[in-house]
């Protein structure tokens, strides 16, 4: 069962922007920290960036001061906005996190599906 869905990848030029969005079913109570990752073919899945419950946030090096972390507790949501892009930044980019769920259980390790981000020069 699918608990984490993304959405808002897409194709756009060099320096523009995106936001990805991370929402977790309605099974579940609360998400607790998150990290966002992104892969592009024949290389590991890097951690981007990272949010913890109460909002503090850590990025790679590569991003720091492009993509912003931020949850919407009341959502469920988590998103990554991303500015000044580069063609770099081009992968399939997942969120991950262990997830409460209403009947009191804790999922851990949960990931989303994946959604493409093209950066184009």
């Known amino acids: 069962q699918v608990q984490l869905v993304e959405s808002g990848g897409g194709l756009v030029q060099t320096g523009g922007s995106l936001r990805l969005s991370c929402a977790a079913s309605a099974s579940i109570f609360a998400i607790n920290a998150m990290g966002w990752y992104r892969q592009v073919p024949g290389k590991r899945r890097e951690l981007v960036g990272s949010?913890?419950?109460?909002?503090?946030?850590n990025y790679a090096d590569s991003v720091k001061g492009r993509f912003t972390i931020f949850r919407e507790n009341a959502k469920n949501t988590v998103y990554l906005q991303m500015n000044s892009l580069k063609s770099e930044d081009t992968g399939v980019y997942y969120c991950n996190a262990d997830l409460l769920r209403k009947d009191g259980r804790i999922q851990f390790d949960s990931w989303g599906q994946g959604t493409q981000v093209t950066v184009s020069s």
């Open positions: 949010i913890s419950t109460g909002g503090s946030t």
